[in-house]
């Protein structure tokens, strides 16, 4: 019971820790503005802050430290984390003494810069610590291009020749766990960012069960709700698209958790190679009788290269559908920074473009838009973007559209109106938006049980 009872002090640590951070930043605030005449009467409240600040500090040490105790961190990272903390609470005591006329005033300014400088550090380490060492850069890296810490992967142009691990559910686990189990932050004693570690399996056990993905604590925690404890990623952190879980599922199950075998080496049903198309185009290529329909029979010319460059110096993967045409595919699978800014880029080539992979790029409703003239288009995934109900409107001018992925959007209702339009459309995912079983009832009246609509683990 006592062990519980720590355990449950140390996770309140998040919690405490705001408090010193809100009080001793308006604290250093409130002794910069008092230098000026006009703010000289809050003197008289610096040394209450720098108090409640010096007591607050303690609490979230004792907090931290039993938190620290319960394992799942790297030592050396969170050691670095708690002795800033504690010279935090150290200097922060001694600017409350200094304020108190118990020290020469002499010292309280090299005092406060410090304690800044200490304030600033825990709070980067921690930081750090909860959500990664790129936390903080990745965003400006993104700006330029660049993705800091992470692997650069060559772009997947045969998909039958990909590693499964190393290609496919690497990248997923990269993205969507290594922020909770990596070398410096092992949640439940579990790292994935290795083959090893994965095999190892943390303080619940194995992770994966080779040929047993049902019996693979890994694949089971993504399938409870969102609202369970045990649920992976938790609440609140990006989530595993249903694909990506059900491409987890395939590796383990009929992969038997091989890290070395490729795609050709593995069996796939149907919904296998449904699931991998969206990858990259090579996925199809061995059933032609899926894509003939997709592919115009006129004859285009072929894009120019100049174009296609563009697009791969932002990791955008651009690859031939057919050998003898000029129709794409383009998949922004490895450039996620893509937004409405980087549209024109694709105008020169909307002619060529039959399959258009958005999901998980920063495109709106205003980039969608400038996709009403791809009369050509038949695939456009635009899963995990922040699109509403107004960028559907763009879509019923698409003639071609067969296949439409809406995962994870903020559609609803109203905007199934407009999709019902498509006149060729054949499947739709709207697992994880804001559409209700009303409102998808509705749809599969509008366009007939041919259409394939996949609202969550169950499809109408």
């Not at 140390?10 to 703010?39: E, K």
């Not at 600040?53 to 040490?61: E, H, I, N």
């Not at 992979?357 to 995990?384: F, H, I």
Request: glycine share 8%; charged share 20%.
């Amino acid at each position: 019971m006592a062990d519980h009872l720590l355990q449950f002090f140390g996770r309140l640590h998040p919690l405490i820790v705001h408090l010193p951070i809100g009080i001793l930043m308006l604290a250093i605030a409130l002794q910069i503005l008092v230098r000026f005449s006009r703010y000289a009467r809050f003197q008289d409240f610096l040394p209450l802050l720098w108090f409640a600040g010096f007591v607050t500090a303690v609490m979230a040490c004792l907090a931290g430290f039993l938190l620290k105790l319960g394992g799942g961190y790297d030592e050396e990272a969170v050691d670095l984390h708690q002795f800033m903390g504690i010279g935090l609470a150290v200097f922060t005591g001694l600017v409350f003494l200094i304020q108190s006329r118990r020290f020469s005033q002499k010292l309280l300014l090299p005092t406060v810069i410090t304690a800044t400088f200490l304030l600033i550090g825990t709070g980067h380490y921690g930081g750090n610590l909860t959500h990664g060492d790129d936390y903080l850069t990745e965003p400006l890296f993104a700006m330029i291009g660049q993705t800091p810490g992470k692997k650069v992967r060559k772009p997947i142009t045969n998909l039958n020749e990909a590693v499964v691990y190393t290609d496919l559910v690497e990248p997923i686990l990269e993205q969507k766990c290594y922020q909770c189990h990596n070398g410096k932050k092992q949640k439940g004693q579990l790292r994935l960012d290795t083959p090893e570690n994965i095999l190892k399996g943390g303080k619940h056990g194995k992770s994966i069960v080779a040929g047993q993905a049902e019996k693979s604590d890994l694949y089971n925690r993504l399938l409870l709700p969102e609202t369970d404890d045990d649920h992976m990623p938790p609440k609140g952190k990006a989530q595993l698209t249903e694909p990506e879980i059900k491409l987890i599922h395939w590796w383990i199950a009929q992969g038997q958790a091989d890290f070395g075998k490729k795609v050709a080496d593995i069996p796939q049903e149907a919904a296998v190679k449904t699931m991998l198309a969206s990858l990259t185009s090579e996925a199809a290529t061995a059933d032609n009788k899926a894509t003939e329909s997709e592919i115009p029979t006129a004859k285009i010319k072929a894009p120019a290269e100049a174009d296609l460059q563009k697009l791969r110096d932002l990791g955008i993967v651009v690859s031939p559908l057919t050998p003898d045409n000029g129709y794409i595919s383009v998949n922004m699978v490895n450039a996620s920074s893509f937004s409405d800014a980087n549209i024109p880029l694709l105008t020169p080539l909307k002619d060529n473009i039959i399959w258009l992979d958005l999901s998980e790029t920063a495109v709106t409703d205003r980039g969608v838009a400038a996709l009403q003239d791809y009369k050509n288009l038949t695939r456009l995934s635009l899963d995990q973007t922040g699109i509403t109900d107004a960028a559907l409107m763009q879509l019923q001018t698409l003639p071609r559209l067969i296949y439409l992925n809406l995962y994870g959007t903020k559609v609803s209702d109203r905007g199934l109106q407009v999709v019902g339009k498509c006149k060729n459309l054949k499947s739709i995912y709207l697992w994880q938006t804001q559409v209700t079983p009303q409102g998808i009832a509705a749809l599969q009246k509008q366009v007939g049980q041919d259409v394939e609509i996949n609202f969550g683990m169950d499809t109408l």
